[in-house]
Structure formats: structure tokens, C-alpha cells
């Protein structure tokens, strides 16, 4: 049986308050209701809309699933989904120490000519769609590849 760990942090930043949830949890694809349940129970908890909640939930699917599908070719490894918010904005991160891979570098697919369209890369492209701000970085001391996506109410 695998387990989930959950920690929950609460932070005072200046003179706003920012809320942070993490869940530490296997990548495994058989595990994202898990993921989804918690990242929309977070952001609900935050006061965010249930537009906002079905938004992200289909970005939660795209990371996730790619990476519990390509992060750790070699055995399973494990995820961290970070959901916090301040005033106006949420924030998703994603933390593995999978195989580095900036999905940004993709370039986006075509979408105006059908008969120029390919298989793939539709799903990084719908994240940036619906995403206002998507940054990815690799720490190299933590040997960690961190996306972090946020949008605004």
C-alpha cells in the first residue's frame, strides 16, 4: 500500500498572507484523481471559483500525467504538487527529480491549418493557453525540475 503525505503550511509575507498546500505523492498516472481532488480542494479552500478550479484542473492532468509517464523511465519516483495563493493570483508548482525536461522549449503546434497539424504537443500548448505565467527551472543542487504556473482570479 502506498501512502500520501500532506503538509500544510501557512505563511505571513509582509503584509499579505499567502496559504500553501503540498502534497507529496508517487507519479504514478493511476494516481491523478488524487492529485486533481487536491489541487481543486486547495484552491476552493482559497476562495477561487469553480471556473478557476475546472481551469486548472486540466492542467493538473497535463503535467501530471507527463510526468508519471516520462519523468522516471527507470522505477517510479515521486511528485510534489505545491497550490498557494495571495491576493489575486494561484500558484501551481511541480517538483520531480525525474529526467530534466523543459517543456517550454517545444515549440507550440500548428493550430490555424488542420492539414498542417501534427500528434503531440497540444497539451504544454493548452497549459500556456490557460496559464498566465509558466516558468520552468531545473535546481541543480536539489537535481530537481520545478514548473511553476499561475493565474489570476
Known amino acids: 500500500m502506498h501512502s ?5 503550511f501557512y505563511k505571513v509575507f509582509g503584509m499579505g498572507e499567502e496559504s500553501r ?9 493511476g494516481r491523478l484523481s488524487e492529485v486533481s481532488v487536491f489541487v481543486k480542494n486547495a484552491f476552493l479552500g482559497f476562495g477561487f471559483d ?9 492542467v493538473v492532468e497535463e503535467i501530471y500525467v507527463n510526468i508519471a509517464s516520462y519523468a522516471y523511465p527507470k522505477g517510479h519516483g515521486c511528485v510534489d504538487v505545491e497550490c498557494s495563493a495571495d491576493d489575486d493570483t494561484g500558484t501551481l508548482i511541480f517538483r520531480d527529480q525525474g529526467i530534466p525536461y523543459n517543456p517550454l522549449d517545444k515549440e507550440d503546434p500548428e493550430t490555424e491549418d488542420p492539414y498542417k497539424m501534427t500528434i503531440g504537443g497540444y497539451g ?10 509558466v516558468i520552468y527551472e531545473y535546481d541543480a543542487n536539489s537535481k ?3 514548473l511553476t504556473l499561475r493565474k489570476k482570479r
Open 21 to 29: 498546500h503540498t502534497l507529496h505523492i508517487l507519479a504514478e498516472v
Open 124 to 133: 504544454i500548448f493548452m497549459v500556456k493557453e490557460i496559464m498566465d505565467e
Open 144 to 146: 530537481e525540475n520545478v
Open 4 to 8: 500520501i503525505t500532506m503538509h500544510f
Open 50 to 58: 469553480d471556473k478557476f478550479c475546472r481551469q486548472i484542473d486540466i
